[in-house]
DNA sequence: AAATAGTTTAACCAGATGGCAAAATTAATA
DNA sequence: TATTAATTTTGCCATCTGGTTAAACTATTT
């Protein structure tokens, strides 16, 4: 394999994740992924064959990122503050690399669901663990008494929908403003696990 | 105007609904929304002039359901408990009717922004009243010290994302059986509410 | 019943879209 | 350098898509 090889492949990824993001799988057009890519349209298929497995190529690596990659630290035998603390700053900061992820993970998801399935073994991804060491947490009454899935829900529901609700949020509380908007965002890795511990500690 | 034409105006936007929400504006077919009308593509295209204006009217009618629409309660004298609660319920139990509502106006809203602010003064939302009416109850030392925005971003967040994230949330932690969620959306009204509360609440 | 207006259908079109085959160019190998 | 392999471009095609037009059908009015 030449170096050109690599490379060529690199910049069609690196173009057609820009416009799949922004359009979504229906609303990408190769031609417009050529154009970003700067090559010729034909050149996509010659490297990925069809749209499909080019999305998909895009999709894993989204998907990858769009899951915690913290379970360890959840399931560990540091303090229920430190979790919370330690899981919500990681996640937050890791969207913030790529924030157009939840929102296109999202959409995609909801346009074929079936494909989650395969997705989950690959990435190993085990919310079992989760749950049970929070169960753990609870039977230990270092938390108070909750659903685990709730609170899992609730965890990543304040981490990941400011991000997919972006536009939204952005206009309706920040006048559009780009900047204020990622500063509200920094801001919400002490806000959230803050409000996230204010709610389940023992009194 | 006779009663077949409000009917049939009815089938199609029932039909196009029915398309626009599981496929989204691009995937959305307007042939599929015939077939699902059980009527002639051109019929369609008489009724609402173009895929656009039908889409429109879709998007409207869900854009107002989306939107919360007990600002009252949130600025009325009522205790912050009670606040809480009848927001969440109602917000909850709203979207529950509809439940592809936040998925479709999340991804839409993505893809187009500008339609935001147009719909903004349609609807009429004022989230600055709302924010306004959290800042007095912190003012009033009802709940603690609190950005409002955070705030109500994670009420809204809260309630939102379960919808947002079905698909994934289904199969992750329910088996992909649809009874058992819908039954855990059903205990997140009193779930979320207990949740925020107890974050806020001052001790 | 004749005329008019409203509704529905069938047939079609121009443009776009994903994809492909073969030629042209460049790189690697002998 | 000659030959083979890899990469890129050109040109094209079958299909699909939103949209239009004119004809057919139905209900209403006179």
Redesign the pocket.
Known sequence: ?????T??EQIILNAAKEVFFKKGYDG?????IADEAG?????L???F????K?FEAIFNDAFQRFVPKIVEKMISNISIEEKIEAFVDNYITVIMEVPQIPIFILTEINRNPERIVGMMKKVGMQPDLIIAGIQNDIDEGKIIDINPRHLLINILALCVFPFAGKPLMQIMLFNNNPGSYHDFLLERKKEVSQFIINSIKNK
Chains 1, 2 share one sequence.
């Open positions: 394999m030449s170096l050109k090889e490379d060529t990408a057009r190769m031609q417009e090559m010729n349209k034909a050149l298929h010659y490297y064959r069809s749209k499909d080019l």
